[in-house]
């Protein structure tokens, strides 16, 4: 039996943040902008007048205080509402695409904390809820600027999930034999989708990357040894969250600034059946692994908002957990996709003694679940 232990982690935080009040004041502009555009058919009522947003309404809402971006002009300019294409962003064969940069930051970070060189790693997953591009795969270009030969590298996306996917896959190409060692990567651009003249959805989502070593156990001579109990995941179909942004497009004429071409979701109903779902999910896989949730140490879960991630918790715990059992870094980095629970475990991991054992997972659009169970070597 192949035994998989995670050795690295590393994290790229963009540069520009923004406060929930800076982020109100651009929104609540825009609606008094819109209201006054429209004010014969608000008076008529045939068209709702737009209401406004406030910091305080966003951290009850979400647990959010600010979240970083790829760019932030753009997002506060009341005439565009939406982030500016930053320089270089694409990219040429000298110099990678931001979202490669991003990944590169982060991968270096893993891999020198695993104690490798990028030569040592065999594979690269990139994982993540929205790609750049579709072609070259982003996962192929940070093997090319990391300078790495031979072995694999593809993209995947896979939603909220993106990063548990990836890292399920990688360790399934290790026990497979497939792979000595993985890179997974997992550079999020969600604020590029995000629609930010939408009360509902404007604060949601920060930018981030995340990347994780998995390695063979029996090779691995870095310092901190996550091992891999068990890996899981779980897919269901659902409309409740979607974009129908893609190539279509340009093909659907007037459609680039249409709302269903942002992320859009039916929070209610997310909430009321997906988190039964994951609670359930997570509860079965410790049960079909000899475990219960008071053998875990700490519950690193997918960001989604304060409201979600306490709901999940307290019901598996069965009372009020406490704030290291499940820690959130929703303040600091907003929603960030499918880094969400990676960021979680990256900061929140260091004080726990060897033997404990925790879970990383993370739930999104499909709908869909990814789920690992680690102990700490």
């Not at 925790?358 to 993370?362: M, V």
């Given at each position: 039996m192949v035994d998989v232990v995670i050795t690295g982690?590393?994290?790229?935080?963009?540069?520009?943040?923004?406060?929930?009040?800076e982020l109100v004041a651009a929104f609540n502009a825009h609606v008094d902008q819109y209201n006054a555009e429209h004010a014969a058919d608000i008076d008529a009522g045939l068209t709702p007048a737009k209401q406004y947003s406030s910091a305080e309404f966003?951290?009850?809402?979400?647990?959010?205080?600010?979240?970083?971006?790829?760019?932030?002009?753009?997002?506060?300019?009341?005439d565009r509402l939406l982030s500016r294409c930053p320089e270089g962003a694409h990219g040429t064969t000298e110099e990678p695409a931001l979202q490669a940069r991003m990944a590169l930051d982060a991968a270096k970070q893993a891999i020198a904390q695993a104690g490798l060189q990028p030569g040592d790693i065999d594979q690269?997953?990139?994982?993540?809820?929205l790609l750049q591009r579709s072609f070259p795969a982003i996962a192929v270009e940070v093997q090319h600027h990391l300078g790495i030969e031979g072995g694999s590298a593809y993209d995947m996306v896979m939603g909220c999930s993106s990063a548990t996917y990836a890292l399920i896959a990688a360790v399934n190409s290790i026990k497979s034999g497939a792979a000595k060692r993985v890179l997974m990567i997992n550079p999020e651009i969600f604020s590029t989708l995000v629609n930010y003249r939408d009360r509902d959805s404007h604060f949601i989502f920060g930018d981030i990357a995340t990347a994780v070593v998995l390695e063979r156990a029996d090779l691995a001579e870095g310092r901190d040894h996550w091992k891999v109990l068990n890996t899981r995941s779980f897919t269901q179909y659902s409309n409740n969250i979607r974009s129908n942004y893609g190539p279509f497009t340009r093909l659907d004429d007037g459609s680039m600034m249409r709302k269903d071409m942002f992320f859009v979701q039916e929070g209610r109903k997310v909430f009321k059946?997906?988190?039964p779902i994951v609670t359930d999910f997570i509860s079965k896989q410790l049960a079909d692994n000899g475990l219960t949730v008071s053998d875990l140490a700490r519950m690193w879960l997918h960001q989604a908002n304060i409201n979600?991630?306490?709901y999940a918790a307290k019901k598996l715990l069965g009372r009020e957990p406490e704030p290291n059992e499940a820690p959130t870094v929703l303040d600091e980095y907003g929603n960030t996709a499918g880094a969400g629970s990676v960021v979680a475990f990256h900061k929140h991991r260091a004080d726990l003694p060897k033997g404990a054992k925790?879970?990383?997972?993370?739930f999104g659009a499909g709908y869909s679940i990814g789920s690992l169970i680690v102990e700490r070597g």
């Open positions: 982690t590393g994290l790229h935080v963009p540069a520009a943040a923004i406060t929930n009040e966003i951290e009850k809402a979400s647990g959010i205080k600010k979240r970083h971006l790829v760019e932030v002009g753009g997002v506060m300019d009341l690269i997953i990139c994982g993540t809820a059946e997906l988190l979600m991630n306490m925790g879970i990383i997972c993370s």
